[in-house]
């Protein structure tokens, strides 16, 4: 055989593999390996492996489409290869991308909850002289939520003040109740 290893690309896409990008990117996580890992183990139903996504948060620049390449061997992976053989021609990355997500041990949302993450060659941000900065009307709609959270919040605190009055009320009734039905007999 001339080549002893099958090579595999995975495209990513910025709209839809956030999530994946900002692993790709993070200088504590080996994405290729961990990639090829996953295709191994789930080919070779290994229900004992899975991936830890990177819990500390850096600097990974922009958000932009990336591949990421990693490689079989004929030798010591020959079922694994021949079980990718399998794979609809077209769906090789959607596929990928699927296996590598249910190894997950727990979704990284960071990418998604944290503007560190957002991807500014697309027109997130905007570039000012302080840095990336949110458009107005987009800070306003978080603005919006974060202040409906804490109204919401606010809600749920007194409607739980209000429900242990009254389930103490309640309790003091009781108690009260007993006391005169125990005077009475």
């Given at each position: 055989m001339a080549n002893k290893y099958a090579s595999y690309t995975v495209r990513l896409n910025w709209k839809t593999d956030l999530d994946l990008i900002a692993m790709f990117k993070h200088p504590d996580f080996n994405f290729a390996k961990f990639m090829r890992m996953a295709i191994v183990a789930f080919v070779r139903g290994d229900d004992d492996f899975y991936i830890i996504p990177p819990e500390r948060k850096c600097d990974v620049g922009y958000l932009d489409n990336v591949e990421v390449h990693f490689r079989l061997n004929y030798e010591t992976e020959s079922d694994v290869i021949a079980f990718l053989t399998?794979?609809?021609?077209?769906?090789?990355?959607?596929?990928?991308?699927?296996?590598f997500r249910s190894y997950l041990k727990s979704f990284y949302f960071a990418p998604f909850l944290s503007d560190q993450y957002a991807a500014p060659t697309h027109g997130f941000y905007k570039k000012t002289s302080k840095g990336n900065v949110l458009p107005n009307r987009l800070q306003a709609i978080i603005d919006k939520k974060d202040n409906n959270l804490?109204?919401?919040?606010?809600?749920?605190?007194?409607?739980?003040?209000?429900t242990n009055t009254i389930m103490k009320n309640l309790d003091d009734k009781k108690k009260l109740a007993k006391i005169i039905l125990n005077d009475i007999s």
């Open positions: 399998t794979v609809k021609k077209g769906q090789g990355c959607t596929f990928f991308k699927l296996v804490k109204d919401d919040l606010e809600k749920i605190v007194s409607e739980v003040i209000v």
